[in-house]
């Protein structure tokens, strides 16, 4: 029973059919209670029991889904939740229970094994409390009318279940001493205490407690009548009462009198009857009745506790109290319950009996006893986190408080999975960062810190190929980037055993932000890091081995989240969400671009933002008005089905009732405090969904930016254009979304603690598929917000985080299935970096208060200043020093001075304040220093510390001695000085340009200066011209488009041909010189002669010059020096290097040799000992030549420097290190030296017996011939042998000996060249301080200068631009005046000769009218000036108007007898006349005006250039003082006598000072230059000569073709005359084209045509189809009337049978067998009744048909009365058609009259007749 029970609370039952939600159980449990509310006033009969499975709650699925029910299943809870109450209780001495969200969890101590009991409700779990027996626990339930269910343990079988307690939750629940009874008190809003016989299931007694939060309430141990509850700011005692209606509960409510209300966390009743309690500050209370006793305290008035206190035992004399400090104490229970106030503080003193420190950072809540008989052990919940097991028997022998488990304290600010492994990494407030492996189900290690954490981030693969890289953002705004590893694999390196199977090690800390940070986001290409705060602020940083900020941005509101555009978009940007609503999206910053230095603010990062404006109120009311629209239709369906009832029975319709008014719509609100922003992500580019909380939730909102992003972020109104509703949760929003790897599954973290998942189809960015889901309740329904929820790399676990502490991991397969599919227990831990043992600690940020990155830069900025500010008080008091020293001689004067002329001292002071003044002031100044001086005295021993490191590991590596064989002769290589970082980057840096950016501002200057020009021509060209109708839609033929398109080619072609012509004319008439003109490329060879030739005088003239390609910077000095580092330390390394080779051809020679002289000894063992040659010496290597092995060790070497450390301490106390270090270093040379004696060893023992047994031989018996011949040839071998592996050995030597001369001759060479180099760099460095000293002002006037030549570019490409533009309108204004003479004379042509209203049609068109201009209001100047000139307009036109004998001109009216055309024609000529004339009047404004502005320009432009030539003076003052700056300087230049040229009389002078130092290139390079001057010279006079000729050969060949295009030009004009008959244009006639008017005119005639011929052929079918229809339908009738007649014959018939079986029947009434013709009689009745309706359906079809065909009724037949109209379908009307007998019959239109007996009898008669 036990195992069957733990897999159903293990993982959901699959056997369950349909799962409900938690709102349709609970409904299920109400049901039940209502069922059973007698059941619960009886005794529960013995034979009922419980299932688990029935009870507990399940996933809620959509109906009709395909999800299944076991989609996640539970594998493990990671979490405590410490801050609930009494949350920890004792089953047996190895099983606690806990409650952790919807579940109950049953903990192994020994094993750490859990099992879990779900909440059966799905609202949570309220309390939990175990038996006295420990048999039994209850669980009590959170939701609508919860129920309290109690278990049996270990079953685990639900025993009983009380129902009705309470109506939302219940807060705590107690038994009695002795089991029987159960005490529970609910929470708001009834905060019912109720008292259960449980067994029973009945309510014993119930009442209020009281009005606020109860926290306890318990039986008392000692009278089973009390009971006491304790709460917020109350405690309360009760008692069980009988009255004359039964027990009741009365209850008195405690008065704190003169001491402070508190919140009661725990209490102890005493037997007695009183009551100790804890407090908020730390002491006890004492309760005696209703009332406080006396409060206890320790001695001085200290606290029992620092922080809250609680009783929780009284036992063997001693009250046991926790307190928040972590602290358990024990009190003496006699001091306490006789204690008595013996002052006015009501205040007892009192000193703890024992006392026990669990820790530090431990905060005690609650304890729980063990079960067994006179123990002491205890295990105790602390609110921080843990759960430990305590000793309280206070004795010699008591163990240490034990932490058994260890948890988070509080919400999970943080969480994330490894892209690599099983493995998930937390944060919280409570300062830790925990690793778990969810695979193993067990925690890996954890990491405390000084200040909480609130955001963490595993680095994805792109970042951390080994995935152990951790983000953490903490409250203080610090950021760390944790490396996790696994410490054992450090064990095989190290050869260190530490403990624990992985490890976290801080490996860098930054400060971005001044508040908690709250998002880290990675980049979607792992380049850049981003960290958001709730300080308004996002920060970047690059992503490398160590991260450097980029910069910040500031946001609208505290960052929610981060969230970077996915691969998927082309751009990468960071959507950030604030909390405030505000969603603002950033391109990705350039890490490489150009920043300001004195702040991290990135200010000009393109962004977009969107201010959520609240959609739900329109959602709503839109929702209510559809639901009123289909309540409406219903409505009226019915009445409609209503009437047409009524009008079927004849029945006269009511009076309908008047409608009732519609409720008003809700009105439209908008909350006044923004929605918080909870999460979001993005959809598509541009578009994100968002979900918000509190008055918002409910839905899930698509937006998108506005293009409208010039507004105030905080002003901005944007709306979603989409929402998604979250079903059956309107207040229950979204507080978390992921998504799985394949995007088919939606994650989601909700407010109440549920997650619930959505599968989505693939590409569903738009979230179409979001309607079926899959829901659970999993942390607490009121606190426990799901806030983090993230899936594993694989997708084989869900995780999820709230706010309750919990941590819980899901698997999306069973537990059998994932174990086969992993294959493996644990996570890979990654494994440490290379290196990492010897890697020092990242120094950590501790202090909250240290500066963030941005404000130590500031400070940084604010020190500047501050200095500056220095400079300036500095100058000040140096001129307050030279008064003193004024006022001193005044002074001296004045003593001077004879007595009675002497002035006092109290006359030369002006006021004693100054000089109080003074002291105050001087007073304010030493503190300030003072205060200064602790920041200055931190600086310089920094600044000591970094020299310190300079100069001690500035060595590259160690100096290598290599020594020759035989000799004393040595090389060394070079102690290098490792390069500084920075020094090798200036190399890369370049000073930007003075003109970068100003080409192409001006560019776009002169581009988009005259466009608005261009336009107005455009529309002055449109006013002119006359638009012309053009027919639209109109699509020609293939054909007609063909011959349009080669036409209008034909035309382009030959309009660009005379362009490209233009064009070439035109460059040939610019290209043409001037008569005056020289070559150019002469004047660029003048001008670069001029500029390249230099200053011929000395460097040290006072007038040189340095020409502008030689002048040197800092910059370039600084360059010119570093590479004359790196050029030494490449010649150095190089060097070392060849040192480092021969040191290794050494190493092998020696090996070599050794090799060699073994063989030769064992050639000598065969040789006699006469021919033996001596061998050379070995050579050996010396510890010098292999420093590096000074730092190589094995296991003896460090025995043997313990054993001589041990000896030198008993013989030398405190012996330096060094004088170990060496004997053992000298004991090492010993032993090498031994080993290579060894290793050159005797002869072997094999090889002496074998000697001796030839010496034998030789002294036996004499050898043959033979073998003395072998003996001889072996021996000449032998000595061969040996002789060349002798000269083997000595040609290596002689070789590696030469090498080494020659590498020494070499090294002698370069070590002369270095020093050369070392002098240069000396000169250098000194030339690098001079031009530092001049590179500010030479940077201000080297910037003052490239502003006025910019400027002067500016003024000179405006004044370009203004002429070409002016030039453009005197051709605009020549062209307007001569389309108006055009004009003129076109008006001229259109009157013609001898026109008798030629004069009026003159006036006419000259008449000057009043026009209406269209403007903008410009102001009222403009207005006024404006209605001056229409007062102009007015006087001229009137003098217009009026004149000719002061008769008024009517141009309105057409006079008789003229022509109306020619009338209209004249006005319209005198329209555009008009037009033309204002248009030359604006131009010829416009051209004053930019006459103005050229002539302003051109002053401006020699103001200019004369203020550039200042600045290049200046410039060329300050060069030239740099220059003799830099002469001063002393260079040393070593020569040898054979280079000194400078003789005086023959002899060398003393003095060299006059002479001048030259390189012999240099004089002999001067030398050939004379010569080439002179082959030059030569060579230009040639030229010249040739030139001449050329240019008398140009001007004959001129006057010969001006004679030819004279001659082609009169044959032009002949030719053209000929085939035109006049001249005309070419160019015109050649680029005419087609008319497209005309073909679209003929292709729309076409397309008519063909219209209309379809349109005749379809109404001819028509016609011809409904003659065939009435054809049809008169064969039809005819059938049916037919039909009809034959049914009449059989009606007639069978009326006769019925007659005459009447008559039969009437006649055998006594007959046996009347039942059968009585049903006979009815068979019959039914056939005519039947039939006879038969009859009826086919007189109404006949009508019909007689009506349709238009035929005219037999005689005597009347109308048919009309058929039932056949309903609609769809709201959509049919021809209402009856189906019978395969027929179908149209309807007709009129009603038929109905047919009475009579007229059906007429009609049948008439029918019989036919």
């Known amino acids: ?47 009922m029991n419980y299932k688990y499975e029935e009870l507990h709650s399940r996933p809620f699925i959509t109906p009709y889904s395909e999800i299944p029910e076991n989609l996640l299943h539970l594998s493990h809870s990671f979490g405590y939740d410490s801050k609930r109450r009494g949350n920890l209780q004792l089953l047996d001495d190895w099983t606690l229970i806990f409650i952790a969200g919807n579940l109950l969890v049953l903990l192994n101590i020994s094993t750490k094994e859990q099992r879990y009991l779900r909440s059966c409700s799905g609202e949570g779990i309220g309390s939990i409390t175990a038996h006295p027996s420990k048999e039994y626990f209850v669980v009590a339930e959170k939701g609508t009318q919860p129920i309290i269910i109690v278990y049996e343990y270990p079953s685990l079988r639900p025993s009983c279940i009380l129902r009705g307690g309470t109506e939302r939750a219940y807060s705590f629940v107690d038994f009695n001493p002795d089991g029987s009874l159960l005490a529970s008190v609910g929470s708001a809003p009834d905060y019912m205490l109720t008292l259960w016989d449980w067994r029973k299931e009945e309510v014993m007694l119930s009442s209020k407690a009281v009005s606020q939060e109860v926290y306890r309430v318990s039986f008392s141990p000692y009278n089973p009548r009390l009971l006491t ?106 001091s306490i319950d006789t204690a008595d106030s013996t002052s006015d503080s009501s205040r007892f003193e009192l000193e703890p009996m024992n006392e026990m420190v669990v820790g530090h950072n431990v905060c005690l809540s609650s304890v729980v006893r063990s079960s067994i008989p006179d123990s002491f052990i205890c295990f105790a919940q602390d609110s921080s986190g843990a759960i430990w097991k305590l000793d309280l028997s206070f004795t010699y022998t008591t163990p240490d408080p034990e932490c058994l488990f260890s ?48 955001a963490l981030s595993w680095a994805p693969p792109l970042v951390n190929q080994s995935g152990s890289l951790l983000v953490t953002g903490f409250e203080d705004g610090v950021v760390r980037l944790l490396e996790l590893y696994d410490p054992q694999m450090l064990h095989l390196d190290t050869g260190r055993n530490p403990k624990g199977d992985a490890k976290l090690r801080l490996k860098q800390s930054f400060k971005p932000h001044n508040a908690h940070v709250t998002a880290i986001a990675y980049e979607r290409n792992g380049e850049i890091l981003a960290t958001g705060s709730s300080d308004q602020t996002v920060f970047f940083f690059t992503v490398g081995e160590e991260y450097n900020p980029i910069g910040f941005i500031q946001v609208p509101g505290p960052v929610q989240a981060l969230e970077w555009s996915p ?290 830069r500031q400070k940084l900025e604010n020190d500047r200043l501050r200095r500056e500010a220095g400079l300036k008080i500095a100058a000040k008091h140096k001129k307050l020093a030279e008064l003193q020293k004024k006022f001193k001689q005044l002074l001296n004067d004045n003593k001077s001075l004879p007595e009675h002329v002497r002035l006092k001292p109290a006359e030369l002071q002006l006021d004693r304040r100054f000089s109080e003044q003074a002291e105050r002031a001087m007073a304010q100044g030493v503190r300030e220093v003072r205060k200064q001086m602790g920041w200055e005295e931190e600086r310089c021993n920094i600044a000591l510390s970094k020299l310190q490191e300079w100069f001690k590991d500035s060595l590259e590596a160690n100096m290598v001695t290599v020594i020759a064989i035989g000799s004393d002769h040595r090389v060394s290589t070079y102690c290098l000085p490792a390069l500084a970082a920075p020094s090798s980057k200036l190399r890369h840096q370049r000073r930007p340009s003075c003109f970068e950016g100003n080409k192409a501002a001006l560019q776009e200057r002169r581009k988009s200066r005259f ?15 006359c638009p012309q109708a053009r027919p639209s839609g109109i699509v020609l033929t293939n054909r007609q488009v063909e011959m349009l398109r080669k036409a209008a080619e034909k035309a382009e072609q030959a309009q660009a041909k005379i362009e490209k012509r233009k064009q070439e004319w035109a460059q040939l008439y610019a290209e043409k010189p001037n008569k005056d003109s020289e070559d150019p490329q002469d004047m660029q060879a003048i001008r670069e002669a001029k500029e390249t030739i230099g200053d011929l005088k000395l460097k040290s003239d006072k007038t040189f010059t340095v020409p502008k390609h030689l002048r040197m910077n800092a910059e370039g000095k600084t360059a010119e020096l570093i590479r004359l580092e790196e050029n030494i330390c490449e010649k150095q390394t190089e060097m070392n290097g060849r040192i480092v080779a021969l040191r290794d051809s050494k190493v092998r020679l020696v090996s070599q040799m050794h090799a060699q002289a073994q063989q030769v000894r064992k050639v000598q063992q065969r040789l006699p000992a006469h021919l033996h040659r001596p061998p050379p010496a070995l050579p050996t290597i010396l510890p010098e030549e292999t420093r590096e092995k000074r730092l190589q060790y094995n296991h003896a070497t460090l025995k043997r420097y313990k054993v001589l450390r041990e000896k030198r301490s008993e013989t030398i106390e405190k012996e330096g290190v060094t004088d170990l270090l060496e004997e053992l270093e000298k004991e090492m040379e010993e032993e090498e030296r031994k080993e290579g004696d060894k290793g050159t060893p005797s002869l072997p023992a094999s090889s002496a017996t074998r000697v001796e047994e030839e010496t034998a031989e030789e002294e036996g018996p004499e050898l043959s011939e033979l073998e003395e011949e072998l003996q001889r040839e072996e021996k000449i071998r032998l000595l061969h042998e040996q002789d060349s592996l002798l000269e083997q050995m000595e040609s290596s030597v002689y070789r590696f000996n030469a090498e080494l001369m020659l590498l020494r001759h070499q090294k002698l060479c370069l070590d002369w060249q270095l020093k050369m180099a070392d002098l240069r760099q000396l000169t250098l460095y000194q030339e690098l301080l001079i031009l530092k000293e001049f590179e500010r002002r030479e940077e201000s006037l080297q910037e003052n200068l490239n502003g006025r030549i910019q400027e002067e570019s500016s003024i000179t490409s405006d004044l370009e631009e203004f002429n070409k533009e002016l030039k453009r309108k005197n051709e605009e204004i020549v062209q307007l005046q001569e389309r108006e003479k055009a004009l003129t004379a076109a008006f001229q042509a ?30 009222s100047k403009d207005e006024d000036e404006d209605s001056d000139e229409d007062d102009d307009w007015d006087d001229d036109y009137e003098d217009d108007s009026t004149e000719d004998g002061g008769a008024a001109l009517d141009d309105k009216n057409c006079p008789p007898g003229c022509e109306p ?59 030239r003082e740099k220059q003799q700056k830099m002469n001063e300087l002393d260079v040393v230049v070593p020569l040898r006598l054979h280079q000194i040229r ?84 070419l160019e015109s006639l050649q680029t005419l084209s087609g008319n497209r008017t005309l073909e679209e005119l003929k292709q729309q005639k076409f397309f008519q045509e063909m219209a209309y011929d379809k349109e005749i052929k379809k109404w001819d079918m028509k016609v011809e189809g409904a003659h065939q229809a009435l054809m049809d339908l008169t064969r039809r009738n005819t059938e049916l009337l037919l039909s009809l007649a034959s049914l009449l014959d059989q009606k007639r018939e069978l009326e006769k049978k019925l007659n005459a079986r009447q008559k039969k029947m009437v006649r055998q009434f006594q007959d046996d067998r009347r039942c059968v013709d009585q049903e006979e009689i009815q068979r019959l009745l039914v056939v005519v009744k039947t039939q006879s309706q038969q009859s009826e359906a086919l007189r109404r079809e006949i009508g019909l048909l007689s009506r349709q065909g238009g035929y005219v009724l037999p005689p005597g037949r009347d109308w048919l009365p009309p058929l039932a109209p056949l309903p609609t379908i769809r709201g959509r009307t049919y021809t209402r058609l009856l189906f019978r007998q395969g027929h179908v019959l149209p309807t007709g239109p009129p009603p038929l009259p109905p047919l009475t007996s009579s007229a059906a009898t007429a009609s049948l008669a008439n029918t019989d007749h036919t």
């Open 1 to 47: 029973m036990l195992e069957e029970n733990i897999a159903s609370v293990g993982e959901l039952s699959e056997s369950s059919p349909v799962e409900s939600s938690p709102a349709e159980s609970q409904g299920n449990i109400e049901v039940e209670q209502q069922d059973a509310a007698e059941g619960s006033k009886m005794q529960r009969s013995a034979d």
């Open 229 to 334: 509850s304790s709460g917020s700011g109350h405690i309360k005692f009760w008692q069980t009462a009988s009255t004359f209606t039964g027990l009741k509960l009365q209850g008195l409510i405690g008065h704190f009198g003169k001491t402070t209300a508190t919140d009661i966390e725990g209490y102890v009743e005493l037997p007695d009857g009183k009551v100790v309690s804890g407090s908020d500050w730390g002491n006890l209370l004492l309760w005696d009745g209703n009332g406080i006793k006396v409060e206890i305290c320790r001695k001085e008035g200290r606290n029992c506790h620092i922080g809250t206190v609680q009783p929780f035992a009284l036992e063997e004399g001693q009250l046991m109290t926790i307190g928040s400090d972590g602290v358990v104490r024990g009190w003496d229970f006699e």
């Open 407 to 454: 948890f988070h304290g509080g919400a999970i600010q943080g969480m994330d999975t490894s892209r690599k492994s099983h493995l998930m990494a937390t944060t919280a407030l409570d300062r830790s960062v925990k690793v778990f492996d969810f695979l193993a189900k067990k925690e890996l290690t954890s990491s405390r810190f000084n200040q909480g954490g609130t």
């Open 567 to 856: 691969h998927s978009h082309t751009d990468s940007r960071l959507l950030i969400l604030c909390q405030s609503g505000h969603v603002v999206e950033i391109n990705s910053p350039d890490p490489e671009a150009h920043r300001p230095t004195e702040t991290f603010q990135l200010p000009e990062l393109p962004s977009r933002s969107f201010r959520f404006t609240s959609i739900k109120s329109r959602i709503k009311r839109d929702e209510e008005i559809a639901r009123r629209q289909v309540a409406k239709d219903k409505k009226n369906k019915e009445r409609e089905e209503r009437l047409k009832e009524l009008k079927r029975l004849n029945i006269k319709p009511e009076k309908e009732e008047e409608e009732e008014e519609e409720e008003e719509l809700p009105a439209i609100y908008i909350p006044e405090t923004p929605s918080p922003l909870y999460c979001g992500f993005y959809s598509e580019p541009d578009q994100f969904w968002l979900s918000m909380g509190s008055y918002d939730s409910g839905f899930l909102y698509h937006c998108k930016f506005s293009e409208k992003q010039d507004e105030d972020p905080d002003q901005q109104q944007d709306e979603p254009f989409d929402f998604l509703p979250v079903h059956s949760k309107e207040d229950d929003p979204i507080r978390s979304v992921t998504f799985s790897s394949n995007r088919q599954l939606l994650l989601c973290g909700m407010h109440s603690g549920f997650i619930r998942v959505y599968p989505l189809k693939p590409g569903d960015s738009s979230l179409t598929s979001m309607q079926a889901y899959w829901t659970l309740s999993v942390h607490d329904n009121q606190y426990g917000h799901l806030r983090h929820i993230c899936c594993s790399y694989d997708d084989n676990f869900v995780l999820t985080a709230g706010d309750d502490g919990n941590i819980f991991s899901f698997s999306l397969l069973p537990p059998e299935e994932l174990q086969k599919g992993l294959q493996k227990k644990r996570a890979k831990v990654p494994l440490p970096r290379v290196g990492l043992e010897n890697e020092a600690l990242a120094q950590d940020i501790e202090d909250p208060a240290a500066y963030s990155i941005e404000t130590a």
């Open 1011 to 1025: 466009e608005p020009a261009k336009d107005i021509g455009k529309d002055k060209e449109d006013v002119l011209c």
């Open 1390 to 1419: 259109s009157l013609g000769k001898e026109n008798k209203f030629e004069e009026f049609l003159t006036k006419v068109f000259k008449k000057k009218i009043k026009r209406v201009k269209i403007k903008e209001q410009t102001g």
């Open 1461 to 1519: 055309e020619l009338f209209e024609s004249a006005l319209q000529m005198r329209e555009r006349r008009l037009d033309l004339e204002e248009l030359l009047v604006e131009e010829k404004k416009s051209t004053e005006a930019l006459k103005k502005e050229c002539d302003t320009l051109i002053k401006m432009e020699k103001s200019m250039k004369t203020s550039r030539k200042a600045a290049e003076d200046d410039l060329e003052l300050i060069n």
């Open 1542 to 1625: 400078f003789f005086l009389n023959g002899v060398v002078p003393s003095d060299l000072s006059p002479a001048l130092v030259l390189d012999m290139t240099e004089l002999d390079r001067l030398q050939e230059r004379i010569k080439e001057l002179q082959a030059e010279k030569n060579q230009q006079k040639d030229l010249y000569c040739e030139a001449r000729k050329h240019h008398v050969r140009l001007i004959h060949d001129r006057k010969v073709m001006d004679a030819n295009i004279q001659v082609l030009d009169k044959q032009c004009k002949h030719l053209m005359m000929l085939k035109f008959g006049r001249l005309v244009n």
